[in-house]
Structure formats: structure tokens, C-alpha cells
């Protein structure tokens, strides 16, 4: 592995929402990231009606996206 896995760890959720500054919720988290997000070659929009999608499939599930890279706040 590439990676130094004793920087590049898994850690407990508390512990990675402290260190993120991120509130402890039991919300699941997805991960976009993009060199710039508002490029819609790297598509954002399929991510948006995914979770669109998984919002009309199962609406009480708790969810958070978590964006980063170059571009506008949503």
C-alpha cells in the first residue's frame, strides 16, 4: 500500500467527527470530492438525484453529504 497507514487510519466515528469538527450524529455520511466541484464532467448531478433517489426510496433514513474541493457552498 501506498498509503502510511499510520497516518491513514480508520478511527472511531466520535473521535473522526472531533477531529473534522463535525457534530456526532448517527447520520449517515457520503463523500463527494472533486479538484472542482462545479464541473459537471465530474458529476455532481448524479450524486444529487442519487440521493434524491434514496430520500423517495427510504425518507427516514438520515443522511449528510460531506462536499469538498473548489467551488461554490451549497
Known amino acids: 500500500n501506498t498509503l502510511d497507514q499510520d497516518v491513514f487510519a480508520p478511527l472511531p466515528r466520535p473521535e473522526a467527527s472531533t477531529r473534522l469538527n463535525l457534530p456526532d450524529t448517527d447520520a ?26 434514496l430520500h423517495a426510496q427510504y425518507p427516514d433514513l438520515k443522511t449528510e453529504l460531506l462536499v469538498f474541493g473548489k467551488g461554490r457552498s451549497y
Do not use: I
Request: glycine share 4%; charged share 35%; aromatic share 12%.
Open 28 to 53: 449517515r455520511r457520503l463523500l463527494f470530492a472533486s479538484a472542482n466541484v462545479t464541473d459537471p464532467r465530474k458529476g455532481f448531478r448524479y450524486v444529487a438525484e442519487a440521493l434524491k433517489r
